[in-house]
């Protein structure tokens, strides 16, 4: 069993942690989220946010860091599942049984959830 410490040992050197330190200064000013180096998947969330960034200076410090530190690319690819769709920065929830979000072609349109009225007569 590896303990937290045993994997983040990368981060005793001090080039790899003033890479790592840029990274979050960048990963604050552009989504406004502050990363602590103490946090459990911090590897993985950095590697998430380099991915979504638009600034050219944190993706080439993100890949300078995952240069030094080997292990870095292979976390990076082992926690890679489908990815979330988001609308306006925000998650979307999926259907637990359709996971596309579309109806069945042959299947019967879905009941309204509530009654809408136009105009004086109910809409169905």
């Not at 040992?9 to 406004?32: A, T």
């Not at 259907?95 to 579309?102: A, F, K, L, M």
């Amino acid at each position: 069993m590896t303990t937290l410490a045993s994997e983040r040992s990368w981060l005793l050197d001090p080039n790899l942690l003033k890479l790592v330190h840029q990274c979050r200064r960048l990963i604050q000013s552009e989504f406004g989220v502050k990363l602590h180096l103490t946090e459990q998947h911090l590897e993985e969330r950095l590697a998430d946010y380099a991915g979504k960034t638009r600034s050219p200076h944190l993706i080439r410090t993100w890949e300078a860091l995952k240069a030094q530190v080997p292990q870095l690319s292979v976390s990076a690819e082992s926690g890679e599942a489908q990815p979330k769709r988001l609308y306006r920065g925000q998650v979307i929830e999926e259907e637990p049984g359709n996971p596309t979000g579309n109806a069945e072609p042959d299947s019967p349109p879905l009941p309204r959830k509530t009654k809408v009225i136009y105009r004086g007569q109910v809409i169905e």
